[in-house]
């Protein structure tokens, strides 16, 4: 057994001895091409499952931060709006992990714009869409979500703003181009009126902004005082909340605090959901896809990178046969000087990799996260893990050490006299 | 002590079979210098490269130091090679990548000696050989007489038990080949058993023993003076 680790231990050192030598003797521009393909292969790697994943993360996140929040209390399926909605309300006050809630009134409701200009020309037809209402409490709704921030034109609602709305940017034809089946108002602005119809009770408001979060639960909204909004439907206490958007404490487990609201009871009277649970499985769905996608894209990518390394070590030891062939004529036994070439495979993807994680770290998540992706529907992220980043690498490795492996062997295998005479 | 016994090789090309040996036998006491010479084809390359391991005969067995070789596999082959033999060929064959003193540690490391030790036992071999100059320089920027002679402080920095070497003076000019016979005289005298393959008359003439050989079979066999060997003649 000692031998065995004494003879192992020859092997390696040998082995690394002839590989460092090789490398640091070697053409630095050969190495360097090597090198910079084995990063580009890390790259695309991590990159392209990350930029993938990274729309549907974004899109999560943006959900998260322009609605939900990080857990979402909303009505049962077969209920108008979410039952004991106070004391639902005194468990979320008194629990220390939730650092604030937003309680949120939401009534369907028809919005019309241009209808001024369709009294005086019959033949003009007002623009007419179907959209949810929110009633916030502003303080509320700015310590949860970041709506007051995403605005594009005019400005926020304020405590006095008893007469205006902010419209979510999908309900306006500039912003979020008709399709069918959809309607959105045209040529609306911050200034203009607008006429709001809850049930039987119509109202006329001023838009006092228009909002865009790449979130269309809130985009295809329409923000008003939660005041005004208990006036038009009338009879509404403060019993009454369709929603309560929860953000956590940083660091304490979402799953834990919905676990301790369920623990009260609140299940048989709301859905808690997470973000996850409440944007449905659709886009879990896509990001599992994508996920998919980028690892195929990712996987072509290994298959090409084991391809080079495999013609280089080819090139390299079928080149030097005749130096194979007296290694082993002077002693130096066939795994030794495959596992120099296996050596070799590591430095190229290890350098590789070092290069791709520093590019990885210190260029390209920094950048992404200043100026994420500006996609339809959300802001694209680079989604990479440290374990997704370790994962890959390894799979780089263990492909490279054995498309260095399989052509090392393959010439030293060859008959030690054949190799030394070039036959 | 090395012998051969019976020794055969024959290559198969498609159809056509060539014996490039044919029952050779042979024998070297230890610490004695024995030349082979012939024509080209003659097979005394075929007979090092059996002798030396490189290559297993088709039929017969070598005997070395006591011990059959034919019931070695190839990896004790390499191993016993690596412990008793060493090797000084025709064309140097110098790894690139090593310096003089890195071509020469090779066997010892491989041998399981420390670095440190490796690197000094080398050096001083390769000074022994008048290289002390020359120990940090790759084979590229050598000549050819200054690779030959790493090529032989390589083969013997280990301290083999026989010695082969194949045509060593074949790339060299004349200056350079008395230089490397005068050497191989040398460890000879210190008790090195050599074998060496030469078509140069001249230098065959400085071993103990001469085997000729001609198609693959032993001609003539003797000392320089029974075999009478003219000085500065070549086998062609």
């Known amino acids: 057994m000692k031998e065995h680790g004494r003879n192992g231990w020859r092997i390696v050192r040998v082995a690394f001895f002839l590989a460092s030598r090789y490398i640091a003797r070697t053409s630095m521009w050969q190495t360097g091409l090597v090198v910079f393909v084995m990063s580009l292969t890390f790259l695309n790697l991590v990159v392209v499952n990350g930029i993938l994943v990274g729309l549907i993360d974004g899109a999560m996140y943006g959900f998260q931060q322009n609605y939900a929040g990080d857990l979402l209390i909303s009505k049962l399926p077969e209920k108008e709006s979410i039952e004991r909605a106070s004391t639902i309300r005194g468990i979320v006050e008194q629990n220390d992990d939730i650092v604030a809630y937003s309680a949120r009134i939401v009534e369907p409701a028809t919005i019309e714009a241009n209808y001024l200009a369709s009294v005086s020309h019959p033949n003009i037809v007002p623009d007419r869409v179907a959209a949810s209402v929110a009633g916030i409490n502003i303080a509320q709704e700015e310590s949860v979500t970041g709506v007051a921030k995403k605005l594009i034109e005019g400005s926020f609602l304020t405590e006095t703003d008893d007469d205006s709305v902010v419209l979510g940017a999908n309900l306006i034809d500039r912003y979020f181009p008709a399709v069918i089946g959809l309607q959105t108002l045209s040529e609306v602005y911050p200034g203009d009126k607008i006429r709001i119809t809850i049930g039987k009770a119509t109202r006329e408001f001023f838009i006092k902004g228009i909002v865009k979060t790449k979130a269309d639960a809130t985009d295809l909204r329409v923000f008003m005082l939660e005041n005004q909004l208990k006036k038009m439907r009338g009879g509404l206490g403060t019993a009454n909340t369709d929603e309560f958007a929860l953000r956590i404490r940083p660091g304490k487990s979402i799953s834990e605090v919905q676990n301790d609201l369920f623990a009260y009871g609140i299940g048989s009277l709301a859905l808690v959901r997470t973000t996850e649970e409440a944007i449905g499985e659709f886009l879990g769905e896509i990001k599992d896809t994508f996920s998919l996608l980028g690892n195929i894209i990712g996987g072509i990518s290994v298959i090409v990178a084991s391809i080079t390394i495999f013609i280089i070590i080819f090139i390299t030891a079928i080149t030097r046969q005749k130096y194979i062939g007296i290694l082993k004529g002077i002693g130096l036994s066939g795994i030794t000087i495959e596992l120099s070439y296996v050596i070799l495979s590591i430095f190229y993807s290890g350098l590789g990799i070092l290069i791709g994680v520093s590019l990885l770290y210190g260029v390209m998540l920094p950048y992404f996260k200043a100026h994420p992706i500006n996609f339809p529907f959300s802001d694209g992220i680079l989604s990479v893990t440290t374990v997704g980043v370790i994962v890959r690498s390894l799979i780089l490795i263990v492909t490279t050490i054995i498309a260095g492996y399989l052509p090392a062997r393959l010439i030293v295998q060859k008959n030690t006299l054949d190799a030394i005479l070039g036959r | ?236």
């Open chain 2, 1 to 236: 002590m090395i012998s051969g016994q019976k020794l055969s090789r024959t290559f198969v090309i498609g159809q056509n079979e060539t014996h490039a040996l044919s029952n050779v036998d042979f024998s070297a006491k230890d610490g004695e210098f024995v030349a082979i010479i012939g024509k080209s084809g003659a097979g005394k390359s075929t007979l090092m490269y059996q002798l030396s391991l490189l290559d297993t005969p088709t039929h017969g067995s070598v005997t070395i130091n006591g011990i059959n070789t034919s019931t070695l596999s190839p990896n004790e082959r390499t191993k016993f090679r690596l412990a008793y033999l060493g090797y000084v060929f025709q064309d140097y064959a110098l790894v690139p990548e090593l310096t003089a003193e890195e071509n020469v540690l090779l066997p010892l490391l491989m041998r399981g000696e420390q670095y440190g030790y490796a690197l000094k036992k080398s050096r001083a071999t390769l000074e022994s050989l008048g290289l002390g100059h020359r120990l940090d320089r790759r084979p590229g920027r050598l000549s050819g007489g200054e690779q030959q002679r790493v090529s032989i402080a390589r083969a013997i920095t280990h301290e083999p038990l026989i010695l082969f070497a194949d045509e060593p003076t074949a790339n060299l000019d004349t200056e350079s080949s008395k230089q490397l016979l005068s050497h191989l005289e040398d460890m000879h005298k210190r008790g090195q058993t050599i074998i060496m393959v030469t078509h140069e008359l001249d230098y065959a003439a400085r071993a103990q023993r001469v085997l000729e050989l001609s198609d693959g079979k032993v001609t003539r066999e003797g000392t320089p003076q029974e075999l009478n060997l003219l000085s500065g003649a070549v086998v062609r």
